[in-house]
Each structure stands twice: as C-alpha cells, then as structure tokens.
C-alpha cells in the first residue's frame, strides 16, 4: 500500500531501495519498473550490509523526486540503518521516505513525533502478537488515497471489515513490548553475545555475516556462517529433527529451495553452509547450550 499507492498518487517517477530489501519491497519495486511506471535504483552495501549514505545522496540529487525504501534492520543478517540519519537525507531532497520496521517494531523504541518518516510497516507476530495482522503508519503531511476500496474502514483508507481480534491483539503484544522493552533488549543481547562466544569456541571457523556489534545489529538475529561440510543439505533437516527452530534464509521463505538475495547481495561464500538463529525473551541459556552441542556433533563428527 505505502508503495503502490505512494508512487500512483504522487506521480512519483524514481524509487530507491537496496538489494537487502524484504521481498514485499523488493518485488514490489521490480513490479512497477517492469510495467515502465518507475525507474528502479538500488543503493550500494558493503559486505556487512551498511547502506552507502553517500551513493543514496548523489540517487537522489540525480534523479527527480524520489520514493525510498530502506529497512531499519535486516531480517536475515540483522545490520541496522540509521533512520534519523536516511530520513534526513531523503527529505533534504524532498523524497519519501518509508522504512520496513518489521524486524524492529517493538524491540526498539519508535517515537513517530520525532523520526523524519513518511511510512513504516510493523507485523504483530514479531513481537509475539498474533499472526496475519499489521499496520501502516502514514505521515499526516502524506496525502495517499486506499489501495483497497469498497468502504470506509481504517479511517477511509483501507475498505474491509477490521480484523477486530488481531487488531486487539496487535496492541496488546506492542503494549507488552514497550513495557518489557528495556530488560528485553538486555537479556536477549546477553543471549546472543553468548551464543556467539559458544560457536567461536567449539566450532573452529565460523563467521557472523552482517555487523553484529551491539551499536548497529539487529539483537534478536544472528545469522551464523559454518566450516564447508560435505552434509551441509543436511543440517537444518538434523537440528529440526533435534527440536531447533531455525532458518537458512528469512523465517518467511524457509520453504523456499531458492537461495538467500541477501547473502548473495554481500557476496557470501556460497560454500559455506549459512544459518540464521532469532532470539525472544521466551529463550534461556540452556537451550543455546543444546543447540551449539547438536551444531558441534554435526560438524565435528561428520565433518
């Protein structure tokens, strides 16, 4: 919605995303440059996944009006942006603005009165409300019309009967969220730095893609980069089998057999068997222990 209706509405000509984008952007973006409608620009990385401020800056002063999309934190390999810092840039150069804060709703604080955003995503399920229910935020100086119509609801912008149950549900989860958020964020980073320390130990030659330093990485993903291992089409078959939830790309395209956009877009060596673990508050320490001691049976003994 923010981007179809962003781009028809707005006569906007020129977007701006990332080769790291969520596949709800990406594909989307792709959609309307191949029927003609936009012109499709995407922002150097490195190989942590950092955007380049300053090729996004010389995009914009490029090209006319622009709409951009960039993801707070990026679901697979965990590498945050700088919203303030993005926004900034982009309204400088009078460009919209919408950043995908799915990963992020309800693990950082969000204050909307002061981020220079025209549009941002959440999904409840992220923080642990229920699944197939989101929401939009649309910037008030932003004047878009409903992408679906046929009635009234959600302020006249989206026609449909609300999903009552999830909307209550939605807000409930984000309520709880907010009010654990700061024990969360230090507990589920502690969980990480651990798990990371135990992989180093016991598995010689691993690696962590994306930046995860604690000032500009996602806390609730680690996306681990294992030794080559002649077995390693068999690895999340044996950690499903030994009850570990885990996924070699996004959690939303783990049925999928095509490889990570992601990975390929840092140049990953493609060799080495990737995999990426999240964290919540539900987690413990134990489970970690488990979960690197079936990880080191697998790599050590069938190596």
Sequence with gaps: MAIRCCIHDLAIKHAITSPLEHHAVLHTLEDLAGRGEIKLSLVGIDKQGHIDLVHLEK??????????????ANNEIGTLISIEKVGEICHKHHA????????????????LSKLPVDFITGAAHKFHGPKGVGFLYINRNVKIKPFITGGAQ????????????????????LELAYSHMENDMKSVTALKK??????????????????????????TVLNVSFPPNENAEMLLFNLDIAGIACSAGSACSSGSEIGSHVL????????????????????????????????????????
């Design 264 to 303: 390929r877009a840092i140049s990953y060596d493609g060799a080495r068997p990737a995999v990426r673990f999240s964290f919540s508050r539900y987690n413990t320490l134990e489970e970690i222990d488990y979960c690197v001691e079936k990880l080191k049976e697998f790599f050590l003994v069938k190596a």
């Design 96 to 111: 919209l603005f919408h950043s995908d804060t799915v990963q992020t709703m309800g693990h950082f604080p969000h204050d």
């Design 154 to 173: 959600e302020r006249n912008m989206r026609g449909g009967t609300e999903n009552v149950y999830g909307i209550v549900g939605l807000a409930k989860a």
């Design 194 to 219: 651990y798990m990371m320390e135990k992989l180093s130990e016991e598995i010689p030659g691993v690696l962590f893609n994306g930046d995860t330093s604690p000032e500009n990485s996602l806390y």
């Design 59 to 72: 995009l914009l002063s490029e090209n006319e009006r622009s709409f951009v999309s960039l993801m707070h």
